[in-house]
Nanobody, 134 residues
Framework: EVQLVESGGGLVQAGGSLRLSCAVSVFSFDDYAIGWFRQAPGKEREGVSCIANDDTSTYYSDSVKDRFTISRDNAKNTVYLQMNNLKHDDTAVYYC???????????????????????????WGQGTQVTVSS
């Protein structure tokens, strides 16, 4: 019912920038919170950012705070992750994931997104590779 497709990855030098896009195929896109995750070889999967159904509730992991910015365009059913001042340690496959904020759970999906708890995310994309050269 919900499909997500990531794009925008590539090869960039340290200090450069990339913008990732997550295109979501669902009727009520504005009812979904969207998170970005990444996984690199030898490292645990890391939740890096999340945004609720608007721009008022966002989360960033400490490793990307002040460098990455998450945003959404509900008219385009798309969530973006602007990545600036990229470091070699940012190299990973980046995935987006979604959960409906209408789910009656405690904590709510909105609160979970704001706090960086992505356990409720039920839909995942295929990922896009980001490689940052040293």
């Amino acid at each position: 019912e919900v499909q997500l497709v990531e794009s925008g990855g590539g090869l960039v030098q340290a200090g450069g920038s990339l913008r990732l896009s997550c295109a979501v195929s669902v009727f009520s896109f504005d009812d979904y919170a969207i998170g970005w995750f990444r996984q690199a070889p030898g490292k645990e999967r890391e939740g890096v950012s999340c945004i609720a159904n608007d721009d008022t509730s966002t989360y960033y992991s400490d490793s990307v705070k002040d460098r990455f910015t998450i945003s959404r365009d509900n008219a385009k059913n798309t969530v973006y992750l602007q990545m600036n001042n990229l470091k070699h340690d940012d190299t990973a496959v980046y995935y987006c994931a979604a959960v409906s904020i209408l789910l009656l759970r405690s904590p709510s999906p909105r609160q979970s997104c704001r706090e960086g708890n992505f356990a409720q995310m039920g839909y995942w994309g295929q990922g896009t590779q980001v490689t940052v050269s040293s």
